[in-house]
T-cell receptor, first 115, second 111 residues
């Protein structure tokens, strides 16, 4: 199984809502990532989890809260978002290669619209 | 922040022609990777080239790397309509555990 799954595919939420994005992989990868991608722009890294521990936070606002319950799951909790947070949110995973980052496997993304 | 710049930003060619995209980056790297993204979907890894490699092939793809010029190119030969997508280079800097993506090239193959 070389697939990364993400749910939901689409999400519309108001600025006062709380919602969560979910990501799952069963490739035994121990590194997982959240990216944000605006239209016609490259993905921008938000968070990196390595062995279920947060290893990189790219100065993301606290209204985005990541969680890694186990080695296969990654969540992104959303609260009090702004319209400018509307974007495609991508999850990815990769093998631990002893410090050398190899290829990443991406999910299909969640298209988030904040109204 | 984006490390890589890609050119052209957009490229349209006839089916069957070759497509070449270029990527430049700023810092020393461990490896450079190319990804494809179909409209509004997830990215698919195409090829990885290490800093000590100069050229790599995978099917119809050929990637070159010139570390002295801090640049890479992706050549797609005998293009097909299904190759229509955005293509991103991404670098892994020395001592770093994250990918930094270039600005991307939008490739359109005209049937």
């Amino acid at each position: 199984d070389t697939e990364v799954t993400q749910t939901p595919k689409h999400l519309v939420m108001g600025m006062t809502n709380k919602k969560s994005l979910k990501c799952e992989q069963h490739m035994g990868h121990r590194a997982m990532y959240w990216y944000k991608q605006k239209a016609k722009k490259p993905p921008e890294l938000m968070f990196v989890y390595s062995y279920e521990k947060l290893s990189i936070n790219e100065s993301v606002p606290s209204r985005f809260s990541p969680e890694c319950p186990n080695s296969s799951l990654l969540n992104l909790h959303l609260h009090a978002l702004q319209p400018e947070d509307s974007a495609l949110y991508l999850c990815a995973s990769s093998q631990d290669r002893g410090g050398t980052l190899g290829e990443q496997y991406f999910g299909p993304g969640t298209r988030l619209t904040v109204t | 922040s984006q490390q890589g710049e890609e050119d052209p930003q957009a490229l349209s060619i006839q089916e069957g022609e070759n497509a070449t995209m270029n990527c430049s980056y700023k810092t020393s790297i461990n490896n450079l990777q190319w990804y494809r993204q179909n409209s509004g979907r997830g990215l698919v890894h195409l090829i990885l080239i290490r800093s000590n490699e100069r050229e790599k092939h995978s099917g119809r793809l050929r990637v070159t790397l010139d570390t002295s010029k801090k640049s890479s190119s992706l050549l797609i030969t005998a293009s097909r309509a299904a190759d229509t997508a955005s293509y991103f280079c991404a670098t892994v800097a020395l001592g770093n555990e994250k990918l930094t993506f270039g600005t991307g090239t939008r490739l359109t193959i005209i049937p």
